[in-house]
């Protein structure tokens, strides 16, 4: 335990009592309170800490500390505990069921940890609790009817968590409930009516989830005391119930994403909720266009989100509340605002994705609070006024991608933080004096015309750039070593015509997850040290100058995190050994870790930086754009010059979609290990020297809709019916041993004699073949060895066939 301000007082020797963060009785010297929030504490709680033996605690608080492990089962011993207070402590496993045990508690917050499995029944035996705290946790199961036993709630935050099935129908039974949050979780059904019956309930969040009905309800309590109320992100539909204009007290209200099925609404309703300062109703999918007017007359109303919506105002509208966020995002908008001149309040503005042409007005940057703007997907041709209009502005962050911008390019203010210029058509050298905007965290400049060499200056950035993209452009020279900053999480440079070696200052962004280079000239080996990056997960290399072996016996080549490897179209040589693909853990298991670096303020997502990459799938070249890099896990290994077999690893990576191994000189036969990768969607193995026969096992891949076997030295009958027999005859053309549908090639009477004796005998390799990829070792040979000699001597000679 490292020592901090509470713990400097404790001393041996000396009266426990004394010590700060702890409370002791000041009769019997019993210690009472332990608060040790924040105290540099380490390690797990074990069960037989002596912790537990301080019987008479009533309140204890570990909060922030690392006590990385399992809650035991010894906090039931803590008969007397009123407040226990676990939040961000690194703890996981399942809840112990020894909490029930305490029956005088009132305060339970266990916020910010792992804890996963159901809600412990015995949590209903609490009847004393008042206060039910554990979001952003990994629980599971339903809402527990247990749950309605404790009665005395006052509030119940489960936020974050991966719970589901339905909401009890008596939610009213917590008569005293006055927070409620079970936001981001996977609830579903109807929202119960009950919990609008709640007369103590002020805060209700039940966004993010599944819920699918609101009814509308005849009396609710009176008068109710409701403040925040937040439906957003669900699948409600049908009219927007009229009730809602009764909760009169309501300070925030969150109705994005309902699906009004193209109906109409009646927009007044909203006119009761006279203390509105924070209002969303985007993407109501209604055919009613929103009149800005309607909202003239609020006096609160500061944040305003009517994004996906029809909106129309007049150039005379005047607000009477000073809005300070308003989002208008692809509203059919034709024109720039107006009446955005009188809100001086301003510091959020989004007008994206609508069809404003012209230049972005002059008099936009008085408005003295302006931070965060958003101008992209519109047609607009540059700003109006000097070239630095808004340069001594406080702007942090600034979208103006995919619009029509050209030359000259803005001068930026030095408090800029988020700057995404892509798809416009800006020209020339990258300005020198974007590097002195020492605080820049993000910058895309990728799809314009760009010339010259990158600015040697990035390094200024240090560690705070973390996203640099200039993808098609026509940049040219070498990448300078000293323009990597050490920050980087997302490097994309691909589509420009870069050359010379590969930047080996790269190993030092030991944060970096996206790596692009492709379609570029750059000459060098394969960058080893890339092994080094523990959180790399894309990686693209594609149509380079690339050459020699990606494989040294120097180190592992594993890569841990990695969900995308493209090597494609370079002039890559050498043998893969059969354990290449060992250690690629992301490719072999289905675990998906979101993105969490997306920018995010005010409860309003600003556009995230645009990944693109283009990668091989079903014979075609695709793009993949935005959340698609979030579940799609590929290799291509196209276009080289790779002799030997392939890796009989290869079998490990069952969560991969898309893999490309054609045009190179790949010899022996097709691993039936294959058969492992049941999320397979597209095989490309053409263009090698593969011999030997299809595996049958390969038709058990439902998924496989697209594969290629053309150009080889493949023998045999096709397997029929799967859907290996329904591919297109050109997926198995200029393989002179092949025969049967669908090539025009029937099998002679002995190649069809050995049709179901081969499928017997593959059926056994296929295990084999996941034997060997799983348990790896010279144990694993023995063992296989014993049980072919012993069964069947051919299997044994074909075994050293498909695997030696």
Not at 629 to 654: A, M, T, W
Not at 719 to 745: E, R, V, Y
């Amino acid at each position: 335990m490292a020592a901090n301000e509470k713990t400097q007082t404790w001393r041996n020797n000396s009266d426990c009592c004394s010590w700060d963060g702890i409370t002791c009785d000041p009769k019997t010297g019993n210690v009472l309170d332990l608060n040790l929030w924040s105290s540099s504490l380490n390690g797990p709680l074990r069960s037989s800490s002596g912790l537990f033996k301080l019987q008479y605690l009533q309140s204890l608080n570990l909060s922030s500390n690392n006590l990385s492990g399992i809650l035991p089962d010894s906090i039931g011993n803590l008969k007397y505990l009123k407040d226990l207070r676990l939040s961000e402590c690194n703890l996981f496993g399942k809840l112990p069921s020894s909490l029930g045990n305490l029956s005088d508690l009132t305060h339970l917050e266990l916020d910010g940890n792992g804890f996963t499995g159901e809600l412990p029944v015995s949590i209903g035996n609490l009847k004393q609790l008042t206060k039910l705290l554990i979001a952003s946790s990994k629980l599971s199961g339903n809402f527990h009817q247990a749950l309605l036993n404790l009665t005395e709630l006052t509030a119940i935050n489960l936020v974050s968590n991966q719970l589901e099935g339905m909401l009890p129908s008596n939610m009213s039974t917590f008569s005293k409930l006055e927070y409620f949050n079970v936001g981001s979780n996977s609830f579903s059904g109807s929202v119960p009516s009950s919990l609008f019956m709640i007369s103590s309930l002020t805060y209700l969040n039940l966004e993010r989830n599944h819920f699918n009905s609101l009814l509308e309800i005849g009396n609710i309590s009176s008068p109710s005391k409701l403040q925040i109320l937040s439906l957003g992100g669900n699948k409600l539909s049908g009219p927007i119930p009229g009730f809602i204009s009764k909760l009169v007290e309501l300070s925030s209200l969150d109705l994005s994403f309902w699906d009004t099925l193209r109906g109409d609404v009646d927009f007044s309703i909203f006119l009761h909720l006279k203390s509105l300062t924070s209002l969303d109703i985007s993407t109501l999918n209604t055919r009613s266009i929103v009149d800005m007017s309607l909202f003239s007359h609020f006096e609160s109303l500061y944040l305003l989100s009517l994004s996906r919506n029809t909106v129309k105002f007049s150039s005379t509208l005047h607000m009477v509340s000073p809005i300070g966020s308003l989002a208008l995002a692809s509203c059919n908008i034709s024109e720039f605002p107006k009446f955005l001149r009188t809100q001086t309040s301003l510091f959020y503005l989004d007008i994206s994705q609508n069809q404003i042409k012209g230049q972005v007005p002059e008099w936009l940057w008085s408005l003295p609070g302006l931070e965060y703007v958003d101008f992209s997907r519109n047609s607009f041709t540059g700003f109006d006024g000097p070239a630095g209009v808004f340069q001594k502005k406080e702007i942090y962050l600034l979208d103006i991608s995919s619009n029509a911008f050209k030359n000259p390019f803005p001068l930026l203010p030095k408090s800029i933080t988020f700057l995404s210029a892509s798809d416009n058509q800006f020209s020339g050298e990258i300005l020198k004096t974007i590097c002195q905007l020492d605080s820049l965290e993000t910058l895309v400049l990728s799809n314009n015309n760009f010339s010259g060499s990158i600015p040697r200056c990035f390094e200024k950035f240090n560690t705070k750039l973390t996203v640099l993209h200039l993808q098609n452009n026509s940049l040219s020279g070498e990448f300078p070593e000293e323009s990597v900053s050490v920050g980087l999480i997302s490097l994309d440079v691909g589509h420009n015509q870069l050359s010379g070696e590969f930047p080996k200052s790269l190993m030092n962004c030991t944060g970096l997850e996206f790596l692009n280079v492709e379609e570029n000239k750059f000459n060098d080996t394969f960058p080893f040290w890339l092994r080094l990056l523990p959180d790399l997960q894309f990686l693209v290399l594609r149509s380079n100058e690339f050459h020699g072996p990606i494989y040294s016996p120097e180190g592992s080549m594993s890569f841990p995190k990695l969900r995308i490897f493209d090597i494609s179209k370079n002039l890559f040589s050498g043998a893969l050994p059969s354990d290449y693909f060992s250690g690629w853990s992301e490719m072999s298991s289905g675990v998906y870790t979101p993105d969490n670096k997306q920018k995010r303020f005010i409860g309003i997502g600003f556009s995230n930086y645009l990944k693109s990459v283009v990668l091989a799938n079903k014979g075609l070249e695709m793009k993949l754009l935005g959340t698609s890099f979030n579940i799609y896990k590929s290799i291509d290994v196209s276009g080289n010059r790779f002799q030997g077999e392939i890796p009989k690893s290869i079998g490990l990576l069952k969560e991969m979609i898309v893999l490309n191994m054609s045009n190179n000189a790949f010899i022996g036969s097709i691993p039936p290990s294959l058969s492992n990768l049941t999320n397979l969607q597209s095989l490309d193995l053409s263009r090698n020297r593969l011999s030997g026969k299809l595996p049958p096992e390969l038709g058990k891949l439902t998924f496989l809709a697209w594969m290629n076997f053309s150009y080889n030295n493949l023998e045999g009958p096709i397997p029929q019916g799967t859907q290996i027999q329904s591919q297109d005859s050109s997926s198995f053309l200029h393989n002179p041993g092949l025969c049967g549908a669908p090539l025009p090639k029937t099998c002679s009477g002995g190649e069809e004699a050995t049709i179901n004796k081969d499928k017997e005998e593959d059926q056994v390799l296929s295990w084999i073949a996941a034997g060997i990829a799983y348990v790896p070792g010279v144990f694993c040979g023995f063992v296989i060895g014993h049980i072919l000699t012993s069964y069947r001597h051919e299997w044994f000679k074909k075994f050293f066939h498909y695997f030696s």
